[in-house]
């Protein structure tokens, strides 16, 4: 099936709406919560246990699956649902936010962006043509345009070079893509926190006609009331028809704050990163499983939590498990905060079908914070 987008239904209150976005690996509906799989796997967990936790979408990174283990080989094995054996949706970031990370390993020119490589000090130049011809060999559903992940703080000047820098990546990644009917290629809206610069980016990319259309550049270190700005001023100009990606976040707080602002996609490694380091979401907020606190905790990470860990182990447990430096730990946390923010998402889906969406953001808040 070719990609499209289909809105289904918009909270009476607020901007929070529903919708399904058909690909050819099948659909997901939105809002959604993409878990994320950098190097073709969410860390510490199966994709058959992502299915059980109900993922419809996952999230791989082109930077480090063009350095390992190389998108030819990817592209032999039948392309990367193939190769992680993943038969639901996936979207390919291009590279854009290494642009940012890995900046002491990088130099923007006219002809791209040149990587060392983090692994064994290569060279390699990253641009539209390269970013598009990997992302077509990597044959994931959705892939981005190749962008400029502007830094925080920045300066109006930069921030103003850096977006005019995605505009032109953008019509060049859209040039040079190959697969039209088969992938759908998203615009990313850059411009830091200025809002005159991100008007102008979203209207530019909105005249190129993308699939869909991505916000990129936030949370990266500035306050959340800059953020939820910017989307507040993004919200009415990108087209209503078109799926919204806000990239990279986040908290359970943001993603709300996402959700009443007409966002339809989020990403972040906070959920299996946080797990990894023994801490854990719960609707009374985080704790972090290895405080001596929870050396005698018999109780469930929350007690309300359906997943399979707090079905079966106490807090306890997982802290002797963390303490002793064994997997089954961290795998169990990881799959808590994944089913968390996934339960998240599917109330939010049913509160906006309610019209009640501003009550359950309200009612999870109270709780969480």
Same mark, same amino acid.
């Given at each position: ?58 999230? =791989? ?97 930069? =921030? ?28 990313i809206v850059q411009g830091s926190i200025y809002p005159e610069l991100r ?171």
């Open positions: 099936m070719s990609f499209k987008f289909e809105l289904l239904n918009q909270d009476a209150n607020c901007s929070a709406r529903l919708g399904k976005v058909y690909t050819k690996n099948g659909l997901f509906n939105t809002p959604i919560f993409m878990p994320v799989g950098t190097q073709g796997t969410v860390k510490a967990i199966s994709p058959r246990e992502l299915k059980e936790l109900g993922a419809e979408i996952i999230l =791989a990174n082109t930077y480090h699956l063009y350095l390992r283990p190389g998108h030819k080989l990817i592209e032999k094995a039948g392309g990367l649902h193939k190769f992680i054996s993943w038969d639901r949706p996936i979207l390919t970031d291009s590279g854009g936010f290494q642009v940012m990370s890995l900046a002491k390993l990088r130099k923007i020119d006219k002809n791209g962006v040149t990587f060392q490589s983090h692994i064994d000090g290569s060279y390699h130049l990253f641009n539209p043509k390269k970013v598009i011809e990997i992302q077509n060999a990597l044959n994931a559903d959705i892939i981005m345009c190749f962008d400029e992940c502007t830094p925080y703080p920045t300066t109006y000047e930069y =921030a103003k070079k850096s977006a005019e820098i995605t505009i032109k990546w953008a019509r060049e990644c859209k040039q040079f893509h190959k697969k039209v009917n088969t992938q759908a290629l998203f615009g008007i102008q980016n979203a209207m530019q990319l909105i005249e190129m006609d993308f699939q869909g259309y991505a916000i990129g550049g936030l949370s990266v270190g500035e306050e959340k009331p800059i953020m939820y700005k910017i989307l507040n001023i993004l919200n009415p100009i990108l087209p209503q028809n078109k799926p919204r990606y806000l990239m990279g976040v986040g908290s359970p707080e943001d993603i709300l704050e996402g959700i009443e602002q007409g966002i339809d996609m989020f990403d972040c490694v906070m959920p299996t990163r946080n797990a990894r380091n023994g801490m854990v979401f719960t609707r009374n907020g985080k704790l972090v499983i290895r405080n001596a606190i929870y050396k005698q905790d018999l109780r469930p990470i929350d007690d309300q939590c359906t997943c399979y860990a707090c079905k079966n182990f106490s807090r306890a447990y997982i802290r002797h498990l963390f303490n002793v430096e064994e997997i089954l730990g961290l795998r169990l946390t990881t799959i808590h905060n994944l089913h968390f923010y996934l339960q998240i998402i599917n109330k939010a889906r049913k509160a906006i079908i309610e019209n009640r969406y501003l009550e359950f953001k309200k009612d999870f808040l109270a709780t969480y914070n």
